[in-house]
């Protein structure tokens, strides 16, 4: 059994009913500039889950009434970033930022990552649904088989960003018509190499998956049935996910999804059972996305992001740190920020003026978190087509005017 080493690779969800096998026949990656790398090389480790214990102590300063303007800390909206191009609707994001990114021609040589998040050598990997044919809910808020709405169609991209919004890549990773987005649906886990451009699909689920959280410490995934109600815990290393694919030096055009021998798989459909399951005993907000903290004073730690209808017209939104093995939430707040009007900043130049759209709230859609320059920032991607990614950076705590 060979199992690559924590950080070397990328856990994104697919709820996806298939994986492209190939891109010879598939002709679906396009890079706009190919010479320019997709990931930094070699690829960091897990930001979060490094700096995990900083982060749940920064985080944790943050009350209800810090973040309606009392004493304390409180998170600044400090960057727009404008994506180029269509996104659908954004499902998982991971940031990438450490090591060397640049060209691949060797003359012109690497270009350092900036740490401080000002845009050089930043990546943003960003799995997205394209809907062909839209789902649709049922009247009077019916349930028919199990789901509250109908199929509808679509397939999957992973679509990759620099830090400034500049489009690298978009690869197309299932086939058209494949692409589910309701309850009680089925989906397929795929780990990805984004160097090397390397997809291998790892586990197939009888529902509807998201918030994929990978403890690169214990080599165990967590994933999320819809609205984060159900978590499923997963054994990579127990079960034996072994990488088959072969290098093809970034152009994805090796085997993009291949299986080798996993205790439970079945390549006729059946689909994988997990670990454990576990039911999730808060009713505060719907998880829309989690990240690893990893392991903080002896506990599995992640920080979800999510959403929550209470009545019609009233949405809320929140984060919370929770405990991995039992769903707990340790901390909780509520996190009402929206987009819609955003106001000009000088160190946006490219956003040009005032931009209104549809105000979402911005824990609607993927999240990722790391830190920099010593402070906890946030990173958020609500909106669906033309989308934005919204920085937030946790701020020293402000005494209440007096």
């Known amino acids: 059994m060979r199992v690559r080493a924590p950080h070397s690779s990328l856990l994104l969800f697919l709820a996806t009913s298939s994986v492209v096998e190939g891109t010879l026949k598939w002709m679906n990656v396009t890079r706009p500039t190919p010479d320019v790398l997709l990931a930094p090389v070699p690829l960091p480790e897990s930001g979060a889950a490094r700096d995990g214990a900083e982060i749940v102590k920064q985080l944790t300063g943050l009350s209800r009434s810090s973040m309606s303007g009392g004493e304390g800390a409180r998170l600044d909206l400090v960057k727009v970033i404008e994506l180029e191009g269509e996104l659908w609707e954004p499902e998982g994001m991971v940031r990438l930022a450490g090591g060397d ?23 943003f990997w960003v799995s997205a649904g394209e809907y062909t044919i839209p789902t649709e809910k049922y009247p009077d808020g019916k349930w028919i088989d199990g789901t509250d709405r109908s199929a509808g169609a679509g397939f999957a991209h992973f679509v990759v960003f620099d830090g400034r919004g500049k489009r690298l890549g978009d690869w197309v990773v299932s086939e058209e018509g494949e692409l589910e987005y309701r309850p009680n649906s089925t989906a397929t886990v795929v780990r990805v190499d984004p160097v090397s451009m ?30 984060g109600r159900v978590a499923r815990r997963w054994d990579l290393v127990k079960d034996e996910m072994i990488w088959k694919g072969e290098t093809d030096g970034g152009t994805g055009k090796g ?24 039911v999730n005993p808060s ?5 829309q996305d989690c990240k690893s903290l990893g392991t903080v004073d002896g506990k599995h730690l992640m920080l979800c992001s999510g959403i929550a209808t209470l009545a019609p ?3 809320v939104g929140g984060l919370a740190i929770v405990e991995v093995e ?13 987009t819609g009007l955003v106001p000009w900043m000088e160190e946006e130049l490219h956003v040009e003026g005032s931009i209104r759209r549809k105000s979402v709230l911005m824990t609607k859609n993927p999240m990722d978190v790391a830190v920099v320059g010593g402070r906890v920032r946030l990173y958020f ?5 033309r989308s934005r990614i919204f920085v937030y950076e946790l701020s020293r705590s402000h005494p209440q005017a007096s």
Not at 220 to 227: R, Y
Not at 381 to 385: I, L
């Open 101 to 123: 990114v640049g060209r691949t021609d060797r003359e012109r040589g690497p270009v350092a990552v900036d740490e401080e998040g000002n845009g050089d050598g930043e990546r």
């Open 198 to 227: 390397e997809m291998e699909k790892a586990f197939k689920v009888a529902d509807h998956q998201g918030g994929i959280v990978h403890d690169v410490h214990n080599g165990t995934l967590t994933t999320l049935g819809w609205g």
């Open 313 to 315: 017209g009233t949405d």
């Open 283 to 287: 009713h505060w907000i719907d998880y």
């Open 326 to 338: 039992r769903m707990v939430p340790l901390w909780e707040v509520p996190f009402m920020e929206r």
């Open 381 to 385: 991607a609500p909106e669906e087509g």
């Open 255 to 278: 085997d993009q999804a291949r299986l080798d021998k996993r205790s439970e798989v079945d390549h006729d459909g059946e689909f994988n059972e997990p670990q454990t399951t576990i």
